[in-house]
Every structure is written in structure tokens, then in C-alpha cells.
């Protein structure tokens, strides 16, 4: 078993589990989260299990090689520079994982469900991308020209980047159609529906707004304006 660190996100106060029905922004990895994380009562701090006490070390398989991973409270701190996670390519803007090769990752996407499941179609988690994403229409993700690593969810002939699974669990939330995994739920089982039909420059537009206003509204409540840049 990988030895826990002594860092504290909220060391003010003892943190306990909570199922918030509405997402919330993780204080730790400043990213979004549903289902089960932990609180303060006292205060306005949301933290992911995965973030709450995290351990020193994990590993990340991507395609042949098995990368080794050390937590750090900030991943960017040193040198300032984004770094961006090798599972969902979101920017890791808080606490996470970095390896001596330079791979990053959120806490909470080394807890990634194994399948989940999309518009009534099971998909299974891949550490790797083959086909057009269904979502966005791409198979590679870049950021200014910089191509990002990504792992997707695959099944039947759809497949989708980590990345946009999150975002489609934020638009999924928003229409009242998202269902959470269960709690001890080892499959994962996330319920997801969202409308394919609508794809194209308008409906893209649409839903980076929606997502926007989301992070917007969280960023108010956690008093964190940098949840903006997210």
C-alpha cells in the first residue's frame, strides 16, 4: 500500500465525506467534481476523495510504459509554466501528480471509473486514442499547436476523449440527465445523456459557455477567482 502525505488542503479544519447533489470545485486540483468528495462544515472547501489525502506516490501506464508518479500540492509552482494531465489533457492547475519524464495527472483521474456509460452504450477506459473523438470531432487534442495526451472511452463504434467526458458530464448535469457512480460501485456505471444530433460551431459554442458560466458560478462560491482560468 503507497504511503499517504502530510498535506493538507484545509488544515484549519477536519474534512468529512459528503454526496452533494450539485457539483462542486475541488479546493485541492481546482477542478470540477461530482458525486462523493469531502467538507467543511465550517467553511466553503470541497476537496475530491481522491485529493483529500493523497499518496506520495502512484503509476500511470501509457501505451507501453509504465510511468512513475510524485505527488506534488502544486504541480506548477516551480517554474510557473501550465502542465496539462495525461489522461483528461485539462490544464493540472493545483495539487496532482508529475513524473521525472514529465507526464502530469489530476489525483481525482487516477480514480477514473473503468467503464461508464454514454446514451444507454457501455464504454470502456483506454489509455490511448484511435478514432475521431464522437464528441468533439477529433482524435488529437492541442493547446497553441502543442498536441496533448489523452485517454479515452471507447465502445460500439463511439469514442471519446476523457476530456469532453467531463465535459459532458457538466452538460448532462446541467439538462437533469446525469447520474452519479455509486458509491463502492468498483464498475463505475456513470450515467451519462447527452444530445449528439446537435454537433457543429453553434452547439460547441453553446455548451464552452455553459461550461464557463459553471466554473464562473463555482469560482464565486469558493471565493477562488483563478477557477476562472480553468
Not at 462544515?41 to 483529500?52: I, L, M, P, Y
Not at 509552482?77 to 489533457?89: I, N
Not at 458530464?169 to 456505471?189: I, L, Q, Y
Not at 449528439?196 to 464552452?208: K, T
Request: charged content about 25%; glycine content about 10%; hydrophobic content about 30%.
Amino acid at each position: 500500500m503507497s504511503k499517504k502525505t502530510s498535506y493538507r488542503i484545509h488544515p484549519e479544519h477536519q474534512l468529512t465525506p459528503m454526496k452533494p447533489l450539485d457539483p462542486f470545485y475541488c479546493t485541492a486540483c481546482k477542478e470540477i467534481g461530482f458525486g462523493t468528495g469531502y467538507g467543511c462544515s465550517q467553511c466553503v472547501v470541497r476537496v475530491h476523495k481522491e485529493c483529500t489525502n493523497p499518496s506520495l506516490a502512484a503509476s500511470l501506464k501509457l501505451k507501453w510504459r509504465k510511468h512513475s508518479l510524485k505527488f506534488y500540492p502544486d504541480v506548477k509552482a516551480e517554474d510557473g509554466k501550465p502542465r496539462y494531465c495525461a489522461m483528461c489533457s485539462k490544464p493540472v492547475s493545483g495539487c496532482g501528480y508529475r513524473s521525472s519524464s514529465g507526464k502530469n495527472c489530476h489525483p481525482s483521474c487516477l480514480a477514473l471509473p473503468q467503464s461508464i456509460v454514454v446514451n444507454s452504450v457501455e464504454l470502456h477506459l483506454a489509455n490511448k486514442v484511435k478514432l475521431n473523438c464522437t464528441w468533439c470531432g477529433m482524435k488529437k487534442r492541442y493547446i497553441d499547436k502543442v498536441k496533448l495526451p489523452s485517454w479515452s472511452y471507447v465502445g460500439g463504434k463511439a469514442e471519446y476523449h476523457v476530456g469532453c467526458v467531463k465535459d459532458m458530464v457538466t452538460e448532462s448535469w446541467r439538462n437533469g440527465e446525469f447520474v452519479p457512480a455509486k458509491e463502492g460501485d468498483g464498475v463505475g456505471r456513470m450515467q451519462i445523456k447527452v444530445d449528439l444530433a446537435s454537433r457543429g460551431i453553434s452547439g460547441n459554442l453553446g455548451r464552452a459557455l455553459g461550461t464557463l458560466a459553471l466554473r464562473g458560478t463555482l469560482a464565486a462560491l469558493s471565493g477562488d477567482p483563478t477557477e476562472l482560468l480553468g
